[in-house]
């Protein structure tokens, strides 16, 4: 069975600094690896999205991501936190052998960043 | 192009009651999954449906159940509803089952049971 953990709760950090969002994964086979953001009362909004290829990933909103196979983490990063950026983050993965279009997410991460 | 388009957008029911929630996805997508998503369990997959066929189901009792329409609009229902069951209830769209396929969520539906 495939399995995401985001090992945060709540991550704060000050407008201007960097950001990590941390996410490790485990999947039989390659795995496909997303984030997704929800704001309050909203849906989640896609992120980015990495399936093969350069391990950085660069997606919307400045945000770009590692993957890491050898320490199966697929860690979320943004060069400077904006205030508006403060929402719930969550990773997700899909498995090559999981059937269909299944994405298992992990628990979510809070981003506070404070003015 | 108009996003994945979740009604109700909020719901109370009373205990022991049904309720019907509708999903209508982005144009031309034709995969459709259902997420319920509460504070303490996070997001969890309910079931998942292309070209009208549930493809996949998640760990949640048999009063969980949904539908694809031939237009890709999707339905799910619970029955006999318990006060467990008040939660986000979240709809993505995709263009196909692929497991590189982005999933578009809509608005969701907050359901209360009371």
């Known amino acids: 069975a495939q399995s995401v953990a985001q090992p945060e709760d709540q991550v704060n950090v000050a407008e201007g600094n960097p950001l990590t969002v941390k996410c490790t994964y485990s999947?039989?086979?390659?795995?496909?690896l997303f984030w997704y953001v929800q704001y309050p009362n909203r849906g989640l909004q896609f992120l980015l999205k990495?399936?093969?290829?350069?391990?950085l990933v660069k997606g919307s909103y400045g945000f770009e991501a590692e993957f890491n196979k050898s320490q199966t983490s697929f860690h979320l990063k943004k060069p400077s936190a904006l205030v508006s950026d403060s929402a719930l983050y969550f990773c997700?993965?899909?498995?090559?052998?999981?059937?269909?279009?299944?994405?298992?997410f992990g628990k979510g991460t809070m981003l506070l960043v404070s003015p | 192009k108009a996003g994945v388009t979740q009604t109700p957008r909020y719901l109370i029911k009373t205990r022991g009651q049904q309720v019907t929630l509708s999903c209508s996805p982005i144009?031309?997508?034709?995969?459709v999954s259902w997420y319920q998503q509460t504070p303490g369990q996070g997001l969890q997959f309910l079931f998942e449906?292309?070209?009208?066929?549930?493809?996949n189901k998640g760990n949640f009792p048999g009063r969980f159940s949904g539908r694809q329409f031939s237009n890709s609009r999707s339905e799910m229902n619970v029955s006999t509803l318990e006060l467990g069951d008040s939660a986000l209830y979240l709809c993505?769209?995709?263009?196909?089952?692929?497991?590189?396929?982005?999933?578009?969520f809509g608005q969701g539906t907050r359901l209360t049971v009371v």
């Open positions: 997700a993965v899909r498995g090559v052998n999981s059937g269909y279009s299944t994405l298992t």
């Open positions: 990495y399936i093969t290829g350069d391990n």
């Open positions: 449906y292309f070209s009208e066929t549930q493809r």
């Open positions: 993505a769209s995709s263009l196909g089952p692929g497991q590189g396929a982005k999933a578009f």
């Open positions: 144009s031309g997508h034709r995969s």
């Open positions: 999947v039989s086979g390659n795995p496909y």
